[in-house]
């Protein structure tokens, strides 16, 4: 298994929203399996006026030849737009550096990079007063 930790995001700081008076408890479930394992993941608003966090599944990434999984909570701050971008995009960015095959801690490492700097050249994103922390797995061969 290889993973790396988490990595903010550099979406400008902004304020992180009201809190409603209670918290949301309605829980969005979702479930998935390939032939090796069953995947399940479970997401709630809470307190926060909007749901910022986005969550990604791929047991089998599009385009990858290699037998890769991949895992990936974004937790929105301030927004969701930042947040959003790195659950459609990091993936992408990951897969296509040259390293992705042989060294996937370094592929890693320059999608994480590759990514944040076109978030910053995206003209929806620049102007954003959001960010995001992310956390990712990636699962290949089955360990």
Not at 60 to 89: C, L, Q
Not at 102 to 127: F, H, L, P, V
Request: glycine residues 8%.
């Amino acid at each position: 298994m290889s993973s790396l930790g988490s990595f903010s995001f550099h979406g400008y700081q902004g304020p992180t929203g009201y809190l409603l008076p209670q918290p949301i408890l309605d829980k969005h479930t979702a479930v998935d399996l390939n032939e090796s394992v069953l995947v399940a993941m479970s997401s709630m608003q809470g307190w926060r006026q909007t749901m910022e966090d986005v969550s990604v599944v791929l047991l089998r990434i599009p385009g990858d030849h290699t037998e890769t999984m991949y895992f990936s909570v974004f937790d929105g701050h301030g927004g969701t737009r930042v947040a959003k971008y790195a659950g459609t995009n990091l993936h992408r960015h990951i897969m296509k550096q040259r390293e992705w095959e042989n060294n996937m801690k370094d592929a890693i490492y320059k999608g994480y990079k590759e990514c944040d700097a076109y978030m910053r050249m995206d003209k929806q994103i620049t102007n954003e007063m959001s960010g995001t922390t992310a956390l990712t797995i990636y699962i290949r061969d089955n360990h």
